[in-house]
């Protein structure tokens, strides 16, 4: 499949969504496995489900029904990871994206787009901010680089990763930042290859604290010296 990388048009916002919202949310369920492969949340679940039997007069639905509202609350937790973030950029950035990248620049917002069944159809996205550091030298941000679910391990995302890299050196950035969850095991693997290296752990996020908490998922800032 011949894949072109091309400026995002406005009449490209639907299909930039639909993937954007699918490649986020889609890490919901494998964020809420680790958190419940934990040790200390499996320590947790069996001291809830046979604290509640013992305590319950060993009842096996007051054990079921407690155990299963701990569980229920971890999945809550990593679903507002991830949609709430979701259902925050949209309505920032994401809201309108022609007058934030497009307007700009030293910004630029990307799709990767294929002729699939005789049409033509978005597979991906990536965008990038320009910004300035303490010193006023001028670096750029790695952003919203989402690959459709039905061109993965095709390539795409270090084209469109590399499209992102040859914008910045053009234009004299000094670096690229970015940033991405643990759960994002293959994002994060691609953009060790490229040369980004990690620089920071922590687990700031739009949700409160607790809830991250919950999801034992970590937010991982890499960047890369041009």
């Known amino acids: 499949v011949h894949i072109v990388i091309r400026r ?3 009449s490209d916002k639907e299909a930039v969504v639909t993937i954007y919202r699918d490649a986020i949310e889609e890490h919901i369920n494998p964020a809420f496995m680790f958190a419940m492969t934990q040790p200390l949340y499996i320590t947790i679940s069996l001291f809830i489900y046979i604290g509640s039997y013992v305590m319950g007069g060993q009842s ?3 054990a079921l029904m407690s155990g299963g509202a701990w569980v229920g609350l971890i999945y809550f937790c990593c679903y507002e990871f991830y949609s709430g973030y979701v259902r925050e950029r949209l309505h920032t950035d994401m809201k309108d994206i022609p007058g934030h ?3 700009h ?12 069944d005789s049409r033509p159809q978005i597979l991906g996205m990536v965008a990038v901010e320009s910004k300035y ?22 390539g795409l995302g270090k084209r469109l990763a590399k499209t992102v890299e040859d914008f910045c050196r053009e234009r004299g950035f000094w670096k690229i930042i970015l940033s991405t969850s643990s759960t994002q095991r293959a994002a994060e693997a691609l953009y060790y290859k490229m040369g980004f290296k990690r620089t920071l752990v922590n687990t700031q996020s739009e949700c409160p604290q607790w809830m991250v908490w919950m999801t034992q998922a970590k937010i991982l800032y890499m960047e890369k010296v041009m």
Do not use: Q
């Not at 620049?105 to 699939?116: G, K, L, S």
């Not at 550091?133 to 061109?151: I, P, Q, T």
């Open 8 to 10: 995002y048009e406005p």
């Open 60 to 62: 096996v639905i007051l």
């Open 101 to 103: 990248y497009l307007s």
């Open 105 to 116: 620049p030293d910004n630029c917002f990307w799709v990767a787009e294929a002729e699939m």
């Open 133 to 154: 550091d303490s010193d006023g030298k001028k670096y750029g941000e790695l952003l919203r680089m989402n690959v459709s679910s039905s061109c993965r391990r095709a």
